[in-house]
Structure formats: C-alpha cells, structure tokens
C-alpha cells in the first residue's frame, strides 16, 4: 500500500516538472496559433470580398486625373449586397406639366410658399438679397441645360439658392419652361452660423435659411420657377418617388460625406427620367477618395455607367 502512494507521488513530481518545462510553453502556443490560422482560414473562404467591397477600399489616387470614367461592371450585382436598395418602387411618372401643382398640393395646401411672404417673424430679418453658393456657376449648368432642355429640374443639396437661381436664369434665356425643385431642410450645419454666415438671422433656435431662400427667390422673380421642398434630401426623394415626381437634370450637392452623398445619389437616380442627366460638385476636394467622388464612382461601377468630369463636377448620363 505504502509503495503504491510512493509511486503516485513520483509520477505528480515528475508531471510537474515536465510541465515546468520552456518546451511545453512553446507547444502550446504553437498549438493556439495553428488553431487560430484555420478558424481564419475558413471564415474567408466562406465570406469572400465582394466587388463592392474592393471599391469601397480602392486606393485614394485612383482616376484622379480623368475626365472620362468607365465602369468595370464586373463583380456580382449590387442587389446582391443591398447597398443601393432604397425604398420601394417608384410610382409612375407625372407629367412635366402636373410637377408644380402636385408639389403644390402635395406639400403646401395648395397654394403657394410664396403668397403673403414674408410671414409676420421675419419682417426685418431679411437681406434684400443674400446668395452664397460654390461652383453653383460653372460652365457644366449651361452645357447641360442646353444638351438636356429640361422640363424639370431637381436640385438636392440649395442652401441659400446660387445653382438653382443660376439655372433658373440659364433655362429663362434658352427660352424653356422650366420647373425647379429644391431639396433641403435649410438648417445648414452645426456651427454654419459662427463664420460668413453669421449675418442669417435666427428666432427661437429657428434659422431663416428657408426664409432667405425664398426672400432671394421673390427679389429674382423667380417664383414661378422654383419652388423649395423643405425636408431632408432622404425623405423628400422618397416621396418625389412615390409620388412619380422625376426630373429630366438632377443636380445633388448636399451631405459631402461617403455615406450621405452614395444615399443621395442612389435615391436621386431613381426620379431621373429614362436620357435625363444626374451631375454634383465636389468630384475633387480635400477629401480626396473619402467623400464624394467615392460614392460616384463607387455608384457607376455596380451600376454599369460611365462617370464624366467637368472641373469640380462629376456628370453621369442615364443612357
């Protein structure tokens, strides 16, 4: 009995020791990372990189310097991913002549923004006129506008006004009648108000960005050709879609970011009319690959459509 616990005691000592040793450490570890490499291993196989994906992480130089940009079209659909499914179907399109009175009916009772303007609050809060805009006069509006000779015009991203009045002049000398809707919550952006803008007046937190729009919009006599649609650029083009609201140009340039402007354009294509033109600014800014130009080009390549740049803009026709 006595040597049977003597040799249960050898055999824990030298189990200790054995385990004691530098070398059984190392297997271990050996071990964990063979069982890590695997695991790795397998999850790849089975979540491969998509097309989408190597768009999304394409390098910040890439097409910088051209002006004519093809998509690949290669790589599985984007449905696929659901990265621009947005919203239902669109209903059927309006006629270009029922656009303004169904804005009309759909978002002001009716009648007109711009009857007994301006309202009681802002009297005194105005400046006559106060347009501030970037690149909203460039060479691209005219060479559009002539090539596309819309009958309506959907703006996305207006602030203050400077594109859509730019436009508004440009389609009135080509002769064309032409409908503007402009898209914005007209609350500019957190901290707009500290620098050049400071001069926009504010009441009760509420900012007069909407109220000098419109002020600008009456001293151009422009009233008849623009009409804003005060609401985030996603709901608005949501219900221009189920509303059948679609536009022959549509021009976006609001959010700047990856992830608002890619938003902005998948939903903004679905209300262009089959040969209409959607364009934007900002293709090429500091922000290099990160913002705009990488939801545009990011857009054209899973959808097979070809990317042309003009100065700061980017233009993408539908056909």
């Given at each position: ?10 055999v ?22 063979v069982?890590?490499?695997l ?27 051209t ?5 690949s ?27 303004r ?11 007109s ?14 400046k ?13 509006f ?8 819309p ?24 002769g ?10 007209f ?23 909407l109220?000098q729009?419109m ?8 009233t ?62 500091s922000?290099?690959?990160?913002g ?9 390549r ?16 539908s056909?």
């Amino acid at each position: 009995m006595k040597d049977h616990q003597n040799r249960q005691i050898k055999v824990a000592n030298s189990s200790r020791k054995w385990f004691t040793k530098p070398a059984v450490y190392v297997s271990v570890l050996i071990l964990f990372y063979v069982l890590g490499y695997l695991s790795a291993s397998c999850f790849n196989s089975q979540h491969p990189t998509s097309a989408v994906t190597a768009a999304l992480t394409e390098s910040p130089n890439h097409l910088s310097n051209t002006t004519d940009i093809a998509a690949s079209g290669t790589g599985p659909s984007s449905a696929e991913h659901g990265h621009n499914l947005f919203g239902s179907r669109c209903a059927g399109p309006v006629s270009s002549k029922l656009v303004r009175q169904t804005i009309l009916d759909r978002l002001f009772n009716g009648t007109s923004p711009y009857e007994n303007f301006p309202p009681a609050q802002a009297f005194g809060l105005l400046k006559t006129k106060r347009i501030k805009g970037w690149g909203s006069n460039g060479a691209v509006f005219e060479k559009l506008i002539r090539k596309v000779k819309p009958r309506t015009i959907i703006e996305v991203g207006t602030f203050l006004g400077a594109s859509a009045t730019h436009m508004a002049g440009l389609t009135s000398r080509l002769g064309l009648k032409t409908q503007i809707l402009c898209i914005d919550d007209f609350r500019g952006w957190p901290g707009f108000l500290d620098g050049r803008f400071r001069d926009i007046a504010m009441l009760n937190g509420d900012v007069f960005l909407l109220y000098q729009f419109m002020q600008n919009v009456v001293y151009l006599n422009l009233t008849e050709s623009i009409l804003p649609v005060p609401f985030s650029t996603g709901a608005a083009l949501e219900k221009l879609c189920e509303w059948g609201v679609f536009g022959d140009l549509v021009e976006v340039d609001a959010g700047h970011d990856f992830h608002s402007a890619w938003s902005d354009i998948n939903r903004a294509y679905k209300v262009l009319r089959p040969g209409g033109v959607i364009f934007g600014h900002d293709y090429f800014t500091s922000a290099d690959n990160k913002g705009v130009r990488r939801a545009v080009n990011l857009f054209a390549r899973v959808n097979g459509l070809r990317v042309k740049v003009d100065g700061q803009h980017w233009v993408i026709d539908s056909d």
